[in-house]
């Protein structure tokens, strides 16, 4: 009984293509490739289909996990969030593959963007302390990838500290005062 699928890959098939994320290996076949026009696996698609010697295989050191779901969206079309991943990072890798974040699933869109919400929330911090704080730390430039991590890091280290002052310190600050009041209130 033969249901089409072969156990081993026929090196004459130009119609497959081997793509190595992270260490990982994908086969897919060159018209799933074509499926998301504009895209940087659409691109390797039109090389390779119009390079009859082409090369085969792509190793790209990227998250794997992510990738999971976008060769998953060439496949069905439609885009899903791993929640395994965060937010900033899933966004990363939409940029780099070229896919815009807008395709996203309605049932995956509120938990792709709820680090925004989070991000606002911390724009809101006013108070002792809290002067210092740039607009530019919370925000992306999409030119300049490579330094996302360390800026968040550096922001991390730099209100870290008087986070849990206002959480441990009821007196610290107004802020920390409002905290601890409703923080009663709720026990009481």
């Not at 992510?66 to 496949?75: D, E, K, S």
Request: hydrophobic share 30%; aromatic share 12%; proline share 4%.
């Amino acid at each position: 009984m033969d249901f089409g699928a072969t156990s081993q890959f026929d090196a004459s098939d130009k119609s497959r293509i081997f793509i190595n994320v992270g260490g990982f290996r994908h086969e897919t076949h060159v018209s799933t490739l074509k499926n998301i026009p504009d895209t940087r696996l659409y691109w390797i698609a039109e090389n390779v289909s119009s390079d009859s010697s082409g090369k085969r295989e792509f190793f790209y050191d990227r998250h794997p996990g992510a990738f999971t779901q976008i060769l998953n969206y060439y496949r069905t079309g439609k885009l899903h969030y791993p929640t395994d991943m965060c937010g900033p990072m899933f966004e990363e890798e939409l940029l780099f593959w070229g896919i815009d974040e807008k395709q996203m699933e309605p049932c995956c869109w509120a938990t792709y963007t709820k680090h925004r919400e989070a991000e606002e929330n911390l724009k809101a911090f006013v108070g002792p302390g809290f002067e210092d704080l740039k607009e530019g730390d919370l925000e992306r430039s999409s030119s300049d990838i490579s330094g996302i991590n360390e800026r968040k890091d550096n922001f991390r280290k730099r209100i870290q500290p008087k986070i849990w002052n206002i959480m441990d310190e009821p007196h610290s600050s107004q802020l920390a005062k409002v905290k601890n009041t409703n923080f009663y209130l709720q026990r009481v």
